[in-house]
């Protein structure tokens, strides 16, 4: 059902972990009643430097976070930007359909921390988590 890389992604995720200076930290989903996503970047020169994240959620949500901290690190903001949750499944030679969804909290969670990080960038952000409990 699943690809050797999900499989491997799920069983040995990469870059799991906090970053105490993060430049941004967010969570995505809801940790009290489901699947829930918490990053944490370090940006420099528009590029990210580092990524870590906290995961609760299903093999293929773990797979997901994982190797989408591996496509984003070393990227500019524009890049991740354009990163598209079928990006994400494809790195992974695919996800079953009915777990496609499940990519959908790492591309959430990093656009999120792109326009976080700008907005605060121009002075009107927040030191704290930002948090995107929908959907
Ligand atoms: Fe909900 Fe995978 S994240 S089933």
């Not at 918490?38 to 797979?63: P, W």
Request: glycine share 8%; hydrophobic share 40%.
């Amino acid at each position: 059902m699943y690809s050797a890389k999900v499989m491997d992604h799920f069983i040995n995720p990469r870059n799991v972990g906090i970053i105490d200076d993060a430049n941004v930290v967010v969570q995505v989903g809801d940790p009290g009643c489901g699947d829930s996503l918490l990053i944490f970047i370090k940006i420099a020169e528009e590029r990210i430097q580092d990524i870590k994240y906290k995961i609760y959620g299903c093999g293929a949500a773990i797979a997901t976070s994982s190797v989408a901290s591996e496509l984003v690190k070393g990227r500019t903001l524009d890049e991740v930007l354009q990163l598209t949750d079928e990006n994400i499944a494809e790195a992974l030679d695919g996800l079953p359909p009915e777990k496609m969804h499940c990519s959908n909290l790492a591309a959430r969670a990093l656009h999120t921390a792109v326009y976080h990080y700008r907005t605060k960038m121009c002075g009107e952000g927040t030191t704290e988590p930002v948090v995107d409990g929908s959907g």
